[in-house]
């Protein structure tokens, strides 16, 4: 199956500092991507929906200065998470979809761990 | 509304003996339905889905489960648990948009 590829796994940064995630798929071309977070022992929270070539759209609720979100190319999608403090330390993961079917499948990324100090 | 609801937060099973997860949605049409897997750290697999074609649906590593219209379930099985079964399990509709709707998760654990 479509491979996504997360880096880095695992960040931990000070607070205060920004922090860049990288969301790639491998094998095919996505041009939606979706940011979630996900807290100890929940489910996933939407963040944002990621569009090549275009402005993210935002859920309610997630701050659009807070959490960056770039979608330069076809196959990547960056999140970057500014001036970064104890609260933003969570779980995210990204996930894309092949094709431009609005119903199939999705694919997911392994997550990225953030803690902030 | 539009919502997903998974029965069960946790269900715990011993090795070997069936297992049931539940999850119904609510909808005025039929939506494409996925389950997917979480193990500790980990990014989501998906297991299975159904999108409109056969009701019973086989996926991967022995689950499987049945689209019931009349019921808006879609419960997921397997006959028997293994003790890699034990992880998180999400039961995800789309209804016809781009997003997911995410359930609230059954934690799946396996008693030796």
């Known amino acids: 199956g479509a491979v996504v590829s997360q880096h880095p796994s695992w960040v931990i940064c000070k607070s205060g500092t920004s922090v860049k995630i990288e969301c790639r798929s491998l094998?095919?071309?996505?041009?939606?991507m979706f940011w979630y977070r996900q807290f100890p022992k929940k489910s996933l929270m939407l963040m944002a929906t990621?569009?090549?070539?275009?402005?993210?759209?935002?859920e309610q609720g997630v701050e659009k200065d807070k959490f960056l979100i770039n979608h330069a190319s076809l196959t990547l999608s960056t999140l970057t998470v500014t001036s970064a403090h104890p609260e933003d330390s969570s779980f995210y993961i990204c996930s894309a979809r092949a094709g431009l079917n609005p119903t199939g499948e999705l694919f997911f990324g392994e997550g990225s761990r953030l803690t902030v100090l | 509304a539009q919502s997903v609801t998974q029965l069960d937060s946790h269900v715990s099973v011993s090795e070997g003996t069936p297992v049931l997860l539940r999850c119904n949605y609510s909808s005025s049409y039929s939506p494409s339905l996925f389950w997917y897997v979480q193990h500790p750290n980990k990014g989501l697999q998906l297991l299975l889905k159904y999108t409109s074609a056969a009701t019973l649906v086989k996926g991967i590593n022995g689950f499987e489960a049945e689209f019931k219209k009349s019921e808006t379930s879609f419960h997921l099985t397997k006959p028997s648990a293994h003790m890699s079964d034990a992880a998180e399990y999400f039961c995800?509709?789309?209804?016809?948009?781009?997003?997911?709707?995410f359930g609230t998760g059954t934690r799946l654990t396996i008693i030796p």
């Open positions: 094998d095919f071309q996505a041009t939606t």
């Open positions: 990621s569009n090549e070539g275009s402005k993210a759209t935002y």
């Open positions: 995800v509709p789309n209804f016809g948009n781009e997003k997911l709707t």
